[in-house]
T-cell receptor, first 110, second 115 residues
């Protein structure tokens, strides 16, 4: 069974701090990795995609991928209360299917 | 900005009834997907669709489910005889490509309640 694991949280950080979200995956041949944000009752909204080992930065967000360790992370700098949501790690395994983790709930306090 | 749309936003049905959930993918996208999320659980893949045929499906996608692209814009998911356990949010997604830059964009979802 190809799994994606995330700590369910909640992860609580104060406003302005760095939030660090982690994800591990079991399928070593996975090629594409995604972070989605999901507000309660809403659909997943893409934050970042990453395909190669290393870091990828987009504004306040940095995704990090380490294929050898089967680990992908998301850093959110200068966290804002509006960043409070569940962050879903998704891995493309096989042809097209995305396998999602259970998500990490992030709470940013003012 | 182009987006995936879904109708209805909420569907209530009786157990055993057929439901059709509708989606309009992003216009230049070629790959279409259905996912579901039972309340409090993870998002689960159901099926992917390309070139008018199913390209991949999960074990959840049994004979009760079918998908169709009836015209150039709509993509539908039909559940023939709904069960209580089919109650979930159903998300349609689309992507321009498969592999490489294969980001899947999700619609707002249809909440299906089976009574």
């Amino acid at each position: 069974q190809k799994e994606v694991e995330q700590n369910s949280g909640p992860l609580s950080v104060p406003e302005g701090a760095i939030a660090s979200l982690n994800c591990t995956y079991s399928d070593r041949v996975s090629q594409s990795f995604f972070w989605y944000r999901q507000y309660s009752g809403k659909s997943p909204e893409l934050i970042m995609s990453i395909y190669s080992n290393g870091d990828k930065e987009d504004g306040r967000f940095t995704a990090q991928l380490n294929k050898a360790s089967q680990y992908v992370s998301l850093l959110i700098r200068d966290s804002q209360p509006s960043d409070s949501a569940t962050y879903l790690c998704a891995v493309r395994t096989g042809f097209q299917k995305l396998v999602f983790g259970t998500g990490t709930r992030l709470l940013v306090s003012p | 900005e182009p987006e995936v749309t879904q109708t209805p936003s909420h569907q209530v049905t009786q157990m055993g009834q057929e439901v059709i959930l509708r989606c309009v993918p992003i216009s230049n996208h070629l790959y279409f997907y259905w996912y579901r999320q039972i309340l409090g659980q993870k998002v689960e893949f159901l099926v992917s669709f390309y070139n008018n045929e199913i390209s991949e499906k999960s074990e959840i996608f049994d004979d009760q489910f079918s998908v169709e692209r009836p015209d150039g814009s709509n993509f539908t998911l039909k559940i023939r005889s709904t069960k209580l356990e089919d109650s979930a949010m159903y998300f349609c997604a689309s992507s321009a490509t498969s592999g490489g830059a294969d980001t899947q964009y999700f619609g707002p979802g249809t909440r299906l309640t089976v009574l």
